[in-house]
């Protein structure tokens, strides 16, 4: 055997984690970053991020190199104006270019600079492991050194919902556009040698709309932040509140569809939803909530931190995830976690997490959604057994470090292929 290869399969990795945009609160993405980087190094493995920002906020002992970008989705200033010596740089002219006309480019411009940066530094890994970027760049590194890719969900999904929930010719055409780096990302998950993927959902759907082998996949399941989710025993829940984690005007969030079923719940029963984060100002959201006359009954946190999140959870009797699909539903998991009973769709992988522990309904169904909050909200008993339920698979089935042993495993197999 090699020498190099056999002491790959027992002494510790180096791995180059790498993020194109990873929000450590909210999103998948960046919640995925954070703890598998902690969770890999707390193997004993040498783990370093190569981000994009937000800053993700990690461990101390993972290492960290944030790339200079032109960051034009920050919240705080979205879409500025570049200066013109920013501009002097083709990458970011590109990416400028890109976004005057509608377009994503931040994973095919991180990608580039991702390899602008190895070979200046001309840093190497023992595998390199890239987090839905799936750029052209990420995929040029597969020929110096091991290179796999976690696929949360297919994006084909986010786009035929943006289109599917317009009338309007012309934002289904902006939508088109937005989504337009998802042929690249279809080009470069064929040629990698392996993918990783949170759910067997996720797996079989990305292999149909990718047009990918589902041999190609490693499907290892997310693991739930114990340290900031958990139950709080001494706050009492009040019977009427409904929490939800989602306030984005995202049609793949559902939340339009939990309001239709909040006016009808009102006309049975007072009740209150309470809302983390803030819709957009003056879209679908906001303007529906106005339509609806829901205003009295909904609150909308904003960003909090995690020490009001989980408390939010513990004053709530009854956690709904709404969305029509989701890859994995990190929602589901936390308020599990929480010790919260959860009402959630079967939309893509959301019953592989909730398993037999929350009370599932079709997705878009806003009916069946509004009876079943009704008929937790009046059985007590119910809702202790599913919060008891999805507790204990929580624990037993979904921790960082069940996700970080799985991966390791599968890092050693895509090294000893590529060798």
């Known amino acids: ?22 929000n450590p609160h909210c999103g998948g993405q960046g919640v995925y970053v954070r703890h598998l980087s902690r969770a890999l190094s707390d193997l004993g493995h040498d783990v370093e ?25 920050n919240p705080d200033n979205p879409f500025r104006t570049p200066q013109l010596r920013e501009l002097k740089d083709p990458v970011n002219f590109l990416e400028w270019l890109d976004v005057s006309t509608m377009g994503y480019p931040e994973p095919f411009t991180f990608g580039m600079r991702v390899k602008r940066h190895l070979k ?76 990783i993927t949170v759910s067997d959902s996720s797996k079989k759907d990305i292999a149909k709309e990718f047009n990918i082998c589902e041999s190609k996949f490693t499907t290892i399941p997310i693991g739930i932040d114990l340290h900031n989710f958990f139950p709080i025993e001494s706050i009492k829940k009040d019977p009427s509140r409904i929490i939800v984690t989602n306030s984005a005007d995202t049609p793949l969030k559902g939340l339009y569809h939990l309001l239709f079923a909040l006016k009808g719940v009102l006309k049975k029963r007072p009740v209150k939803l309470i809302v983390i984060g ?23 946190t904003g960003r909090i ?54 009370k599932l309904i079709p997705p878009g169904d806003a009916k069946a959604l509004e009876t079943a909050i009704l008929e937790l909200l009046e059985d007590t008993a119910q809702r202790e057994a599913l919060a008891q339920k999805g507790y ?9 470090e069940k996700t970080a042993i799985k991966t390791v495993s599968t890092y050693r197999k895509i090294i000893r292929d590529y060798h």
């Open 278 to 300: 803030t819709p957009k100002k003056n879209g679908g959201i906001e303007n529906l909530v106005k339509k609806l006359d829901l205003s009295c009954a909904i609150h909308f």
């Open 1 to 22: 055997m090699n020498p190099k290869l056999k002491s790959h399969l027992k002494t510790k990795l180096k791995i180059g984690l790498i993020s194109y945009r990873s």
């Open 120 to 195: 200046q530094t001309n840093k190497t890994y023992d595998i390199i492991h890239d987090n839905q970027c799936l750029s052209y760049g990420i995929l040029s590194l597969a020929k110096r050194m091991p290179v796999t890719a976690t696929i949360h969900h297919p994006m084909t999904v986010d786009r035929r919902l943006a289109v599917q929930s317009t009338r309007s010719f012309i934002k289904k055409v902006k939508a088109l556009r937005w989504y337009s780096f998802i042929g690249m990302q279809k080009r470069v998950a064929r040629k990698l040698p392996s993918i």
């Open 305 to 358: 931190d995690h020490e009001q999140f989980v408390k939010e959870y513990a004053k709530s009797s009854l956690a709904v995830v709404p969305s029509l699909y989701e890859g994995f539903g990190l929602p589901v998991g936390e308020a599990m976690a929480c010790r919260v009973p959860v009402i959630c769709t079967t939309g893509g992988a959301l019953p592989e997490v909730a398993g037999d522990a929350a």
């Open 49 to 73: 991020v190569i981000a994009g920002p937000p800053d993700p906020q990690l461990e101390e002992n993972v290492g960290l190199t944030m790339l200079d970008t032109l960051d034009l989705y």
């Open 392 to 400: 204990e698979r929580v624990l037993s089935e979904f921790t960082w």
